[in-house]
């Protein structure tokens, strides 16, 4: 497959395509004569696994560490495990610092009049 092709199947950009063979993440199978990338199906299928992978935030580095397990036969799922873990870690201390700033925006929000008056509980909170 041309890189268009295994890009459309994936569901990425070339670019991003492109970008992940440059920083050997997932390197092309092939080079046509004319000096086109050529992918075949587990070119796509690691292509699909990193997609995955950053769809729940994980890191190029992180992804090139999955891959790694992916490929690894003997791997242990506790190596896996750790870096979701990880990863889970993460995801759940955004949670609780956007909930920090919900509550805080929301009491701003709660007492601002919202009149015509200029004094505002939102503007002083911010300046």
């Known amino acids: 497959m041309q890189i268009g092709d295994v890009a459309r199947r994936a569901g990425l ?9 440059d920083i050997g993440l997932v390197a092309p199978t092939d080079r046509t004569e004319s000096g086109y990338r050529s992918y075949d199906e587990p070119a796509l299928k690691r292509l699909v696994f990193v997609k995955r992978a950053r769809a729940f ?32 870690e993460e995801i759940e201390a955004k949670q609780r610092e956007l909930q920090s700033l919900h509550d805080a925006l929301a009491h701003l929000v709660e007492n601002c009049r919202g009149d015509d008056r200029p004094d505002c509980p939102i503007i002083a909170h911010l300046s």
């Open 13 to 21: 950009p070339t670019k991003t395509v492109r970008y992940y063979a």
């Open 57 to 88: 935030g994980f890191t190029v580095n992180e992804c090139r560490e999955l891959l790694g397990l992916y490929h690894d036969k003997s791997r242990s799922s506790a190596d896996v495990k750790r870096i979701a873990a990880h990863r889970l």
